[in-house]
């Protein structure tokens, strides 16, 4: 989609790649995504609150998820044919979210391989 870049992770090596109270406002605003009216609206707000967390590093996954909110709302803007589908996708990005252990990186990093590189085609060679 748009240039929202495949910058690399921002923070250090914590235990659960979340960074205290940071963790919380994104699994809430993840939980909105599924109960909200205008998805595209919370998905921008969304990534404006994982730019704070970018510049905070206090979270060590935040520039994955600027990135796979950057395309999702991207989809919708560049594609509105595909409006639709787009925000069907948001949900479901959400709902994959809420369902994983935050605490097990592996599957946080199967996460974002799986929408970066499998959904948007980001290189895998940028880290």
């Not at 235990?15 to 994104?26: A, Y």
């Not at 970018?54 to 060590?60: A, L, P």
């Not at 391989?113 to 060679?125: E, G, P």
Request: glycine share 12%; charged share 30%; with cysteine.
């Amino acid at each position: 989609m748009t240039g929202h870049g495949d910058a690399g992770q921002a923070g250090g090596d914590r235990l659960d790649g979340l960074g205290g109270h940071r963790r919380c406002g994104h699994l809430q605003a993840a939980g909105q995504l599924l109960q909200a009216d205008d998805l595209y609206e919370l998905g921008l707000q969304f990534m404006g609150d994982t730019i704070e967390v970018i510049t905070s590093g206090e979270y060590e996954y935040a520039v994955s998820m600027y990135n796979l909110w950057g395309d999702l709302t991207d989809w919708v803007e560049l594609k509105p044919a595909e409006e639709d589908l787009a925000k069907a996708e948001m949900v479901r990005a959400a709902r994959e979210w809420l369902a994983l252990n935050p605490r097990d990186s592996d599957a946080v990093r199967r996460y974002f391989d799986h929408w970066l590189h499998d959904v948007f085609h980001h290189d895998r060679d940028v880290a």
